[in-house]
Structures are given as C-alpha cells and as structure tokens.
C-alpha cells in the first residue's frame, strides 16, 4: 500500500521530532554531569584532600539519582507537564548549586552538611529525568529500541560534559559560571520541550512563561556572577575564589585550595592560613619582648584580627586599639566564619577598640599625651602611593611621639630577600624619624623570606624571651632572627619622604623582577 | 557674541584636539548643580561704570592699606612686625585673598586661584620669614632652613596625558623622537646654564623676587625677544619642546609664547634652584589662601572686608580716601598720613587718577582666567600613572587640575571624594576681548568645558561629580609681554606718589605670590622710614 504524501510527511516530522527527543536527552545529561564534576571540583578546592571529596560527592550523587529513578514512579499522570516542570527545577537547582555552595562557605559554620545535601537534591532530580523521560516516549517507540537508544546517548551525554567540563568549561567561565550555563541550557530544553511535547501539554502558554521566568533567572545569575568575581579576576589567582568583595578602598579576596585558605588585598597576598602564624609571631612576640609593658597596645592595619590574637595571648595586655581604614576588612574578620576561626574572634574581645580611619590622619589628630606600650604596625607592602605614605619619616615621627618610654614597635616592612632596598629604606627611614631599629626576618613559606623592624626611641638590647607554647618562636630561635647573612644585608637607601615616595619606586623596581 | 555654539565654545577655548576628540559626541547631560560665583564682579564693575558715592561720615587712620590681597596684607604684616598697629586694610569683596583666595566645602578645602608657594631661596629673607611663622619651616642649628614634611608638595607631584594615558612627570616623553628629547636636553641645558649663571654683582640671572635678580644688559636684552623668537633663535622648533615651554607661559603668565617676553619665559625655569631641576614646593589643600589665612588672622579686625574704595585724593600732608561699605550702604572719608594701594594697576589708575598712573595704566595688560572646583563624589577611572598634585593634559588649552586632597591626611564625603581645581588661561592675544568672552560664558557652557576637557583623560569624569563651581578672574594676571618687564613704566610703577604707596604683583610684571608680597612688604617699610623708624629691611 503507497503511503499519501501527507502521511510521509507526517511521519518525517514524527522521525525530526523523535531525534529533536534524543538531543534534548544528551543535553539533559551532560548538564547532569556537570552539575556532579561542579560540586566535586569545588568541594575539593575549598575542603582540600580531593580523593576522598571527589568519591563521596560522585558516591552521595549516584545513590541520589537513584533515589530519584525510584521516585519516578509515583508520578503518573501529566508526564510530559512534569517533565517540563523537573527541567525548571534542575535548571534552578543544579544551575544555582555551585554559586550558592561557594556564597555560603566562609559564612555558615558548617559547610559540609549543606554541600552534601545540595550535592543530593541536584542528584535526587537527576535522577528522575531519564526515567520520566522513557515513559513519555514509551508510546512513540518500540521498547527495546527506545531503552538502548536513550542509554546510549545518556553515557554519549556523560562522556559530553567529562570532555567539556575540564577542557572548556572550567578554563573558560569558572566554576560559577559554568553551573548557571548549565542550568541555563536546562532551562531552554524545558522550554523546548513545550513545542517538543505540545500535544500532551495543557496550559501551553502558561508553561511558557514559567520557562521563561526560569531562563531569565539563570541569565541574571550569570551576569550577576560577574559582580561575584570576574573572569579577569580569576585567572589571577592560582586557586578558586571563594570570596570577592569591592569595598570602598580595595578588592578582598580569599581564595580556598588544598586545604587552606588565603587573603588577598587588590591582589596581593596578605597570609595564609597554612603558615600565617610565623609572620603574626615573628611581627608581634619581639616587640612585647622588647617593650617595658604591655598594657596599652596600638594595631595599625592588621585588621584581619591575626595580630590580635597573638596580642591577647599576654594577660597583662588592657586594651588594644585597632585603626583599619577598610571597616569591610575587620567585618570580614569577625563575620566569616573561616577567618574568626583563624583569630580566635580575637576582634570581639571586649579589650579590642576598632577605628576605621586612615591610620596616618588618625595619627596625626592624637591627643598629644596619648602613649602606646606596643604599637604594631601592618600594613600591605608599599606598592602605591597611598600605602608609600604609611612608611614615610611623617609617619613614623608621629609614631614614635606616640610611645610610652621603654616602648616598642613592629613594623612590617617586607621582604629582605626578594625586596631588599626596600626593607633597609625602611628602616632608614625609620632611623631618620628617631627610632632606634633593631631589623629582624623569619621564613614564611607563602610568602618567602619576610622582614620586620623592631624598634624603640631610645637605644635597646635584641629581647631575650618570647612565651612559650608558641608554634614558631622559641628563646633559642629569637637571636637567629635578627641575625642577616649576607645576601640580606644592610644597603644603602634613601629616606622615604613623602614629598619623594622613593620607596615606592625601590619596590616597583624590585618586585618587577618577579612578575 | 552670547551664545557660542558647542564646537566653537571648544575650539575658542580648549582648541582643536580637544574640539576634534569631542566632535560629534554628545553634549554631556550636566547631572550636576554648580554655579559662577564671583558675585563681587559688580563691585568692580560699580568702579569702572565711575560710581562716586557721597561720604557720610569722617574717621582718621595713620595708615590705610586699600586691598587685601598677598599685597596689602604684606603691607600691615610688616607694619605689625615692626610694632606700628595703626593701620586699617580695607578689601572690597567679602573674603580676603584676591587672586589667592580660597574656598571649602564638606569635602576639603580648595583654592581658587594662586595654589603654591615655590621653597624661597636664602635671599628670600620674607618669605623664609613668613615660612617659619607659619610653621611650614624650621631653621636647624647650623642655620640651615627644613621645610615641614607635611606641607611640602607629596609626591607624586605632576603627571601628564598623552595619547591615551598618564605619565610620570611634565615633559611630553611618551612617543617623543631622539630629535624631541635632544631639543628638551638641550632647552633643560641652557636653564641650567641661567640657573648657575652670577653676575659681576654676584646676583643670580633670574631671582624670585626679581629685584634680586641681574640687570645686567644681556639678560635685561632679553625681554626685547618674544619667547617664541628666542626658541626659535636657539632651533628649538619641535612641537614637544614649544609645548612645554608655552606650558610654562599660560601657567604663570597666562600668555601665549608669542605674548611673553624671553626674560620672563627664561625666569620661570631658572629662578628658582641653582641646579635648573625642579624645584621643591610648599602647598596646601587650599593653595595659597593658607597664606592669606595666616596673613588675615594676624591682621585681625584691622582688616575689613565688603569695603569699595572709590576715590583716593592726595591732600598737602597725606591723603583722604573715599570708602563705600557695600553691606550696610555707609559712605565714609577717611583722613590718613599713608596710603597703600594694594590693588591692581588698571584699578589703582581709576580711584587715583594721577596724570601719571593714567597715561602709564594701559600698559599693564592683565590676563582673564576661568578657574572651575569640580566636586568629586569619586575617583574617575584613569590610566597610566597615578593621579598626582598636578595633572596636566597635553594639546588642551586648559591647564589641567590640582587634587585639593593631595595635601590632606583626612578629607570629607565618602571615601575617594576630593575637589578637582581646573585652570583656564584666555591667552587671547587682547585682553579686552578675553574679557569679553569670558563674561559671555554661562556656567552651563563653563561646566562642559571641564566635561569635555577631562573627558578625554576620565571617561567617566561626569557621573564622579557631584558639582562645579566656575569662577572668572577678569583681570588676574599681569601679562610680562615682550619689553614690558624693562620698560620705564614698569619700573617707575613702584615708586610713591607723595603719601601714596604701591603694592601690588603687577608692579614686577610677574603675578607671583612673592612679587606681591615684595611690593606689600617695600611699600611697608617706605612708610615705616617716614615715620623715622630705623628698620632693618626684610627684602
Ligand atoms: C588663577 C590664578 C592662579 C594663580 N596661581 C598662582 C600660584 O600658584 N602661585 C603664585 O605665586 N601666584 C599665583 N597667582 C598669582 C597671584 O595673583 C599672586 O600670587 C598674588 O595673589 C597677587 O596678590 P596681590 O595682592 O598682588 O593682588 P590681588 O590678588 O589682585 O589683590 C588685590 C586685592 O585688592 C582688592 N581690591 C581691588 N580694588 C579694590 C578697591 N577699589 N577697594 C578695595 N579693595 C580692592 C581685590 O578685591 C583684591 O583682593 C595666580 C593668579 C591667578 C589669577
């Protein structure tokens, strides 16, 4: 018997809507698959020790989406209206899981609970896709053909998003982006899917416009990724980002890999939490040694809250004043849970005072009989010139006016080793300013070979005694310190002025070298 | 004219690059309020339009200083400093200062016009003098002055634009030819030279105040040549090397290099160091109307503001003097032994009408200035070297601006906001038309001048501002033109007619705060001798 043209016709649409089925199908699962590398790839970044976070989040996915295969069954009717429905929901979940996921670590105090139960709803949902999926087309194909075919191009999908997720994905969007792409691409599949299935769909247009309200959603997670960290941004860290912020005065940044964490400010590395402890002892033990008391104490910048908990260790210690210009950056250190942690919640001490100023004009407008016992100073290298003036002879008069006799200070002063003109300008200047500088440097893994100055305004001997119990310092290793071989001695620098900045052209030039 | 159209508004007064890189672009949408202040302009005008008011009253003072300017208030900082206290400063508008005035607002002060004080050299006894009572120096144990850390100029000090981005410094390097960096090594050899220069008197070529200064015949030579003929005699002729140089000339002259006489093009490079290198310089958010804060609060009640002077009338002994309180409507004649007209020459020629300063008045030409404070509520975006003191635009007609808050620790307003001060020389070629001009600017036409010059450096300078205010300066600035610093009129403008005194930067053919407080200070001590004091001179 001929077939009518009509017929023909009828069935070729039947075959371009049938294939039109099966891409939908691959798309479906190689966004499911990146929705599992994603929460794998970023639990490992975040938590460290990858082996064992890349199994459990694969192991928690696969058990989830046989749940949901499980669930599948108890729905019944409306199947093509519940496809769809599971395509939105995929779309927000899976596509909003990693963004969500990277938002909360650093601000919840458990994250792994959270990580485990979005890793399991997005498997969950998952799961119900493919299945739902046989049933609807249960009635356009035979079985055994169908069975075959969807599983084929369901592991086509997988092999899709294993190929696409480290070569193309993660290099080119990040992490973030790369989920609320997929959900994007989920999203447009259930729209699709209203033409694809229009026959069995009430309602059309209403379903559309769900669809609609769906994409839109995703598309504004994705340009609002950009307000989370830009790709720019990204590319410039060696691990991912976890978290971004452009407060009035600078770009804070943590990023999270292997285990540990650290702080960048406008780019440049301010710790880590791996080896911190040695720059925090090195900068803060010396000058209590060396100082007379310890009661009244001064924290210029350091408003991490870092030296601070080093500060609180001594119970003679009254009261200690921090002047952070960025109120953003002590909020970060009380507010996240990762750095409170890192500081002992050292800035809610009730003997800690915050001051958000500029700590130069909050220097200058000190009563004069205002005195310190300590006063530790730490500020991000001198890379500008805003920063330059807070190493200027200015600077440092006003500081040492500011002492208690028998005083000390520390001052953070960079690298001897990799910034060496730099480090003894400072100490010049400081000289020059009328304190007597006693420079000393410890190895901080992170960051290299690193230098402070300890100083006073009146002569003194290099102190003696740190307390014990600490991680890094000991009696016997304090003299070594102060001690500089020759490929980090003294030479000769200009006094940084603040009519000349020269410091700021010596650290240009030296740190050049390096990039 | 009273309307200019967009492109001639910015042909006429920033150029043809700024003009050509603003063609067809849209007019900015001025989301900003602002306003022309300078209301005191018809107090001026009143003078000129011959307003004789009728005096009420009758006072006597020993000695009355008409303006309070760098000048006049010199002058009764002299007078103070040698114990005589008699004097009245009587100043026309409501705040002291004149072209060294300053304004403020929540942000920071900021100045208006004259913004810094070069670091004397020892031969500046006054102004060294003046340094140290203002606590911007202190003298060492060997004698030797240092200058306050705090008030010096921080660096970084000036940056330049240049195609599409800031550079370190004010010499068009970027892209300069070997040819270009010849020229400005060879301009930069020769203000050496000068700088190093003494003559058989040991004087320097070129002093601050040029009193000091050589007058030796071929340096007083100089003055016949207009800048440009004497680079052009030296072969300087690339474009690069004529720029800097005219820099020199709008900055402190407001003329062009045809428009300034060789001597003065010469002495704003080499009168200031020995070395010929740049030199050190004192300032403060508010520019020079730091100065004159410290000058006015030593004068204390003594100086009056809202005060017109409309006639000045030489008596036997003495003087009477004619003075118009603009506030309360007053009128009053006052009788006094001395006079001191602090005000420029064109203004004293007019309450004075001596046959001598009128016939010699009109050669005092004096530039018109359009100076804008733009209030920042940020940072505009900008790249290349970082902001400085000093931001300079290369082939504008502007000057460029200085950031108020360079000088501060601690400013006002959210974190990044600052006030802008933009400076416009109308180097016109005839003052009376500059002037013209100038007064037919609305601030609207004022306010896209500072858009559309910035623009090109901040693309996003528009939404940073929060307001502008304009002020115009129609006489400001004494114009050094060629034979004018030498000639017998300049020279004879200092001297005393009877008991009337002159004071005024116009009197060196040089607008410089120094010169006007020479003058303040000269005209001080020529009545402190009348009066038989032995005074041991500061100058
Ligand atoms: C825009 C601009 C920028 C400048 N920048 C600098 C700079 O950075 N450094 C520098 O050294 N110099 C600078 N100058 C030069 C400046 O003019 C001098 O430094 C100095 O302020 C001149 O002071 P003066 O007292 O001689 O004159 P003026 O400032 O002219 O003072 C004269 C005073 O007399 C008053 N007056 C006039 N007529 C009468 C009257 N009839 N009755 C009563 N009072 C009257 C006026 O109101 C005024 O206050 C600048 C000038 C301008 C215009």
Not at chain 1, 160 to 186: C, D, E, I
Not at chain 1, 432 to 458: K, N, T
């Given at each position: 018997m001929a077939r009518g043209p009509r017929e023909a016709a009828g069935a070729r649409a039947a075959t371009a809507r049938t294939t039109a089925l099966f891409v939908a199908v691959l798309l479906v699962s190689t966004c499911g698959l990146v929705y599992e590398l994603g929460a794998g790839a970023l639990a490992s970044y975040v938590l460290g020790d990858s082996v064992t976070q890349f199994s459990l989040v694969i192991g928690i996915y696969l058990s989830a989406m046989g749940l949901g295969a499980h669930f599948s069954r108890y729905l019944e009717r409306g199947l093509a209206r519940r496809f769809v429905d599971l395509e939105l929901a995929v779309a927000l979940v899976g596509g909003f899981s990693v963004p969500v996921l990277f938002l909360c670590f650093g601000r919840v105090a458990h994250f792994r609970p959270i990580l485990y139960a979005v890793v399991a709803l997005v498997g969950t949902l998952v799961g119900v896709e493919i299945p739902l999926f046989l049933r609807i087309l249960r009635r356009r194909l035979d079985f055994k053909d169908l069975v075959a075919n969807v599983?084929?191009?369901?592991?086509?999908?997988?092999?899709?998003?294993?190929?696409?997720?480290?070569?193309?994905?993660?290099?080119?969007?990040?992490?973030?982006?790369?989920?609320?792409?997929?959900?994007?691409?989920?999203?447009?599949?259930?729209?699709?899917?209203?033409?694809?299935?229009?026959?069995?769909?009430?309602?059309?247009?209403?379903?559309?416009?769900?669809?609609?309200?769906?994409?839109?959603?995703?598309?504004?997670g994705l340009a609002g990724a950009n307000w989370m960290t830009s790709l720019a941004e990204e590319a410039l860290f060696s691990d991912p980002i976890i978290y971004s912020r452009q407060s009035a005065y600078q770009r804070i940044v943590i990023t999270a890999g292997r285990g540990s964490f650290q702080l960048f400010l406008d780019g440049n590395l301010q710790f880590s939490s791996v080896d911190e402890y040695r720059y925090h002892e090195g900068l803060v033990h010396p000058a209590f040694a060396a100082a007379a008391r310890h009661e009244n104490v001064l924290v210029l910048g350091g408003g991490d809250g870092l030296a601070v908990r080093e500060i609180l260790r001594y119970p003679d210690v009254h009261r200690v004043t921090l002047v952070d210009i960025d109120p953003a950056m002590t909020a970060l250190a009380v507010d996240l849970p990762m750095v409170r942690e890192l500081n002992r919640s050292s800035l809610l001490d009730r003997r800690v005072r915050l001051v958000h100023e500029d700590a130069l004009a909050w220097l200058a407008d000190l009563p004069p009989e205002a005195r310190f016992?300590?006063?530790?100073?730490?500020?991000?290298?001198?890379?500008?010139?805003?920063?330059?003036?807070?190493?200027?002879?200015?600077?440092?008069?006003?500081?040492?006016?500011?002492?208690?006799?028998?005083?000390?200070?520390?001052?953070?002063?960079?690298?001897?080793?990799?910034?060496?003109?730099?480090?003894?300008?400072?100490?010049?200047?400081?000289?020059?300013?009328?304190?007597?500088?006693?420079?000393?440097?410890?190895?901080?893994?992170?960051?290299?070979?690193?230098?402070?100055?300890?100083?006073?305004?009146?002569?003194?001997?290099?102190?003696?005694?740190?307390?014990?119990?600490?991680?890094?310092?000991?009696?016997?290793?304090?003299?070594?310190?102060?001690?500089?071989?020759?490929?980090?001695?003294r030479v000769p620098a200009e006094v940084n002025r603040l009519d000349n900045q020269i410091l700021v052209q010596y650290y240009e030039a030296e740190w050049r070298r390096f990039e | 004219m009273t309307r200019f159209t967009r492109r001639d508004l910015l042909l006429a007064f920033l150029g043809p690059a700024v003009a050509t890189a603003c063609h067809g672009g849209k007019p900015p949408a001025l989301a900003f309020e602002g306003a022309i202040l300078g209301a005191n302009d018809s107090r001026g005008h009143l003078l000129r339009a011959g307003f004789k008011p009728t005096p009420q009253v009758q006072t006597r003072t020993a000695v009355l200083i008409i303006g309070g300017g760098i000048a006049g208030l010199s002058a009764a900082w002299r007078l103070s400093r040698a114990g005589v206290e008699d004097y009245r400063i009587l100043e026309l508008d409501a705040e002291p200062g004149g072209t060294s005035r300053a304004g403020s607002n929540a942000v920071t002060p900021f100045p208006w016009g004259a913004h810094y004080l070069p670091c004397p050299q020892p031969h500046a006894r006054s102004v060294e003098l003046l340094a140290l009572e203002m606590g911007a120096a202190e003298r060492r144990s060997d004698g030797q002055l240092v200058f306050d850390e705090a008030q010096l100029c921080r660096a970084p000090q000036e940056r330049l634009f240049i195609a599409d981005r800031w550079y370190e410094g004010l010499y068009p390097r970027a892209g300069a030819t070997l040819r270009d960096l010849d020229e400005f090594a060879r301009f930069q050899a020769e203000v050496r030279r000068f700088s190093a220069l003494r003559d058989g008197q040991g004087r320097r070529a070129f002093a601050v105040p040029m009193e000091h200064g050589s007058d030796d015949a071929d340096i007083v030579a100089l003055d016949r040549l207009s800048m440009s003929d004497w680079l052009e005699a030296q072969g300087l002729r690339g474009e690069r090397i004529r720029w800097f140089v005219e820099y020199g000339c709008r900055d402190d002259y407001g003329t062009t290099l045809q428009g300034t006489s060789a001597w003065a093009g010469l002495h704003y490079h080499a009168s200031r160091t020995d070395h010929g290198g740049p030199e050190d310089l004192l300032t403060w958010p508010e520019g020079n109307?730091?100065?004159?804060?410290?000058?006015?609060?030593?004068?204390?009640?003594?100086?009056?503001?809202?005060?017109?002077?409309?006639?000045?009338?030489?008596?036997?002994?003495?003087?009477?003097?004619?003075?118009?309180?603009?506030?309360?409507?007053?009128?009053?004649?006052?009788?006094?032994?001395?006079?001191?007209?602090?005000i420029p020459r064109v203004a004293a020629a007019r309450v004075f009408p001596h046959p001598r300063l009128v016939?010699?008045?009109?050669?005092?030409?004096?530039?018109?200035?359009?100076?804008?404070?733009?209030?920042?509520?940020?940072?505009?975006?900008?790249?290349?070297?970082?902001?400085?003191?000093?931001?300079?635009?290369?082939?504008?007609?502007?000057?460029?601006?200085?950031?108020?808050?360079?000088?501060?620790?601690?400013?006002?307003?959210?974190?990044?906001?600052?006030?802008?001060?933009?400076?416009?020389?109308?180097?016109?070629?005839?003052?009376a038309e500059a002037h013209r001009w100038l007064y037919a600017l609305s601030w609207r036409d004022a306010a896209e001048l500072v858009v559309a010059d910035l623009r090109r450096a901040h693309p996003d300078i528009e939404s940073c501002i929060e307001r502008l205010d304009v002020w115009r300066w129609g006489h400001a600035m004494?114009?050094?033109?060629?034979?004018?610093?030498?000639?017998?009129?300049?020279?004879?403008?200092?001297?005393?007619?009877?008991?009337?005194?002159?004071?005024?930067?116009?009197?060196?053919?040089?607008?410089?705060?120094?010169?006007?407080?020479?003058?303040?200070?000269?005209?001080?001590?020529?009545?402190?001798?009348?009066?038989?004091?032995q005074v041991d001179s500061l100058l």
């Open positions: 599983l084929s191009v369901d592991y086509l999908g997988a092999l899709l998003a294993s190929l696409l997720f480290p070569l193309l994905l993660v290099p080119r969007l990040g992490l973030v982006r790369t989920s609320l792409a997929m959900g994007l691409v989920n999203g447009l599949v259930g729209l699709w899917s209203t033409w694809l299935l229009a026959e069995e769909l009430p309602a059309l247009g209403w379903l559309r416009v769900r669809c609609a309200g769906v994409i839109l959603a995703c598309a504004a016992d300590v006063a530790i100073v730490d500020f991000p290298d001198p890379n500008n010139f805003s920063l330059g003036k807070l190493y200027t002879t200015r600077f440092y008069r006003l500081l040492r006016a500011h002492l208690a006799p028998g005083g000390a200070t520390a001052v953070q002063s960079t690298s001897p080793l990799l910034a060496r003109t730099s480090f003894w300008c400072i100490a010049t200047t400081m000289e020059a300013a009328g304190l007597f500088v006693r420079p000393l440097h410890v190895a901080v893994p992170s960051f290299g070979e690193w230098g402070f100055a300890l100083a006073e305004a009146q002569p003194f001997e290099i102190p003696g005694h740190v307390p014990p119990g600490l991680r890094f310092l000991s009696d016997a290793l304090l003299p070594g310190l102060f001690v500089f071989g020759p490929d980090l001695a | 109307g730091h100065i004159v804060s410290h000058l006015a609060r030593r004068a204390g009640r003594r100086l009056e503001t809202g005060v017109v002077v409309t006639e000045v009338r030489p008596l036997e002994r003495g003087a009477e003097v004619v003075a118009f309180h603009a506030d309360t409507g007053r009128c009053e004649r006052v009788l006094t032994d001395h006079v001191v007209l602090a016939a010699e008045a009109s050669g005092f030409h004096a530039g018109a200035w359009l100076v804008a404070n733009a209030t920042l509520r940020r940072r505009p975006l900008s790249r290349g070297f970082p902001e400085a003191w000093d931001n300079v635009l290369y082939g504008s007609g502007s000057l460029g601006y200085v950031v108020a808050t360079h000088q501060s620790d601690r400013h006002g307003g959210p974190p990044g906001a600052t006030v802008f001060t933009w400076y416009l020389s109308l180097t016109h070629a005839d003052p004494i114009r050094p033109r060629p034979g004018f610093v030498f000639s017998p009129e300049r020279r004879r403008a200092s001297q005393a007619l009877g008991d009337v005194h002159f004071a005024h930067t116009d009197l060196s053919a040089l607008s410089l705060m120094e010169e006007a407080q020479y003058h303040g200070i000269r005209a001080g001590e020529e009545i402190l001798a009348r009066l038989g004091r």
